[in-house]
Each structure stands twice: as C-alpha cells, then as structure tokens.
C-alpha cells in the first residue's frame, strides 16, 4: 500500500550516541515533516522540507539534523543523543502544506529511547 | 501566530453516549481545519477536513465536525460512542494557503462499557 514508511520502529541508544532515521514516502509529495510526539504536549514540529533538495527549521530543531537528497527519503539525524530526546518521532508527507483534500499523511512513528 | 486550542486533555463517555470534543483557534479569516485520530502505537489518521462547501463535514467512523465562524470553533462530534473510538484526537489548521498545519495538544476519548 502506498504511503510512509519509517524505520526503525524502536531503538535504544546511550546517551552521546548518534542514530539516522528514514522515512521514505512513495506518493511522489513535494513536502516532508518530522515531528516528535511527548505526552501532554502534542505533536511539535522539528524540521521539514518543501521539496528535495531543501530544508527548513520547525519549532524544536535543536540537537537535530535532516537531509532531503531524493525526493521519497527525509532523513532525521541525531549527533549525540540526549536523554531529552527520548521520544515517539513521526514523519509526514504533503502534496502542500495539507490544504490538498488530503493533509498530511503520516508514518507509523519510532520510539526512540535514549538512556 | 495562528493557534489551535484543544479543550479537555481527557474525555471519558459511556458507550452509546455522545461524543463532543472541542476545538478552537484563532484566525479572523476562515482557516483550513482538519481532525486527526491516532489509535494506540500508531501514526496519525485523518478522520475529516473542513473546506468552505459545507460547514458541517462528515468524516469517517460516523464523526462529523461543525465549522462555526463566529465562535471560531470546529468541534468534533458522534452521536454514540463505541469501544473502538478510544484514541488520541488532534484538531489542526492552516490559517492560509501555503502555510503549515498547527496542531493542538491532543485530546485522549475514554469510552467505558
């Protein structure tokens, strides 16, 4: 089935570690989120990109780095993983920025923790 | 800075009961309004989308959502709850075209048999 895909879905690191996270998307979308989800405080938006080639700052970048080489992959770096980066991420796919009549389409998550 | 505010952290309704889960955010125009689900260990849904053809929308499940533009208020509603409706709910806007979609904080339904 068409849609997004991010792996891995779970991982543990120790803290200073760094780890990648993909998410590939076989809808041809022009824009790609990633947000992180933590309890009580919805999801926020750590970086995204409008198309390949080209990223952009969401509200909570730090400790974080992304890369759109292709078009389908957005890649979610951390450096050296803290423990405040113990998270659910989740990755996105837009035709727009979801005023199309189907918003934004999202992954399954990785839960991400770091001890 | 456009803004969504999700009222209720937790709602909690009988089976059978109605559903109501509220909404509001701030524009002086009319936004682009969207309701996500997000059952438990998975990704969010979309569950319906506001466009300006209708201020009632229905989605899917049987949940429909009111655009009220003089409340500036899009509140999520079932007439009778099932089991199966616990889940995580995100109300989201784009105050324009061109510009991201906000989400609120979440909104956890507890449905008890």
């Known amino acids: 089935n068409a849609g997004v895909t991010q792996t891995p879905k779970f991982r543990v690191l120790k803290t200073g570690q760094s780890m990648t996270l993909l998410c590939a998307q076989d809808?041809?979308?022009?824009?790609m989120y990633w947000y992180r989800q933590d309890p009580g405080m919805g999801l926020r938006l750590i970086h995204y990109?409008?198309?390949?080639?080209?990223?952009a700052k969401g509200e909570v970048p730090d400790g974080y780095n992304v890369s759109r080489l292709k078009k389908q992959n957005f890649l979610l770096g951390l450096e050296s993983a803290a423990p405040s980066q113990t998270s659910v991420y989740f990755c996105a796919s837009s035709q727009d920025h979801g005023q199309s009549n189907y918003g934004y389409t999202f992954g399954s998550g990785t839960r991400l923790t770091v001890v | 800075a456009q803004s969504v505010t999700q009222l209720g952290s937790h709602v909690s309704v009988s089976e059978g009961a109605l559903v109501l889960l509220r909404c509001n955010y701030s524009s002086s125009v009319p936004p682009y309004l969207f309701w996500y689900v997000q059952y438990p260990n998975q990704g969010l849904q979309l569950l319906l989308k506001?466009?300006?053809?209708?201020?009632l929308v229905k989605g899917i499940n049987g949940f429909e959502a009111e655009f009220k533009k003089s409340e500036t208020s899009f509140h999520l509603t079932k007439p009778s709850a099932h089991m199966s409706d616990a889940a995580e709910y995100f109300c989201a806007v784009s105050m324009e075209y061109g510009n991201k979609l906000v989400f609120g904080a979440g909104t956890i339904l507890r449905v008890k048999s």
């Open positions: 990109s409008v198309g390949e080639g080209t990223t």
């Open positions: 506001y466009t300006s053809a209708a201020t």
């Open positions: 809808m041809n979308h022009e824009y």
